[in-house]
């Protein structure tokens, strides 16, 4: 795993120096704790601003069904690529092959070097 790139933005440019692994780690939560809060202050200020979430609150109906719809779709983008065993059909792989992509992902590498297959995730 590793840290979220906002907190790696945020180190990076941390002037204080850090000298042992407790303190990077104090910094981190020190910097996550204020995004959240942030975040939250956001969201409160978008509720008390009605002009900006009006649509959402006159039709909440109308809203939660279009966000079911949009969900569906994002769901399973790539079935249409998938056989019934979940693997990817033939012509699919044939055609990332050509073009020098991942079999696995689509990426722009090859498939010994995907960082997304877990057979190649380091232990």
């Known amino acids: 795993m ?4 906002r907190i790696l933005d945020q180190l990076a440019s941390h002037t204080s120096r850090i000298d042992s692994l407790q303190d990077l780690m104090d910094i981190t939560l020190e910097l996550d ?27 909440p109906q109308s809203s939660a069904s279009s966000n079911k719809k949009n969900f569906q779709k994002r ?14 059909i033939n ?12 079999t696995y992902c689509g990426g722009k590498y090859s498939l010994g070097c995907c960082f997304k297959r877990p057979q190649n995730k380091l232990s």
Do not use: M, V, W
């Open 33 to 59: 704790t204020r995004y959240h809060e942030r975040q939250k202050d956001k969201s409160h200020h978008q509720e008390e601003n009605p002009e900006a979430s009006k649509s959402s609150y006159s039709n």
């Open 2 to 5: 590793g840290f979220l790139s």
């Open 91 to 102: 012509s699919e792989k044939e055609g990332r092959i050509k073009e020098g992509l991942c």
């Open 75 to 88: 769901d399973k983008p790539h079935s249409s690529l998938l056989n019934k065993k979940f693997k990817l």
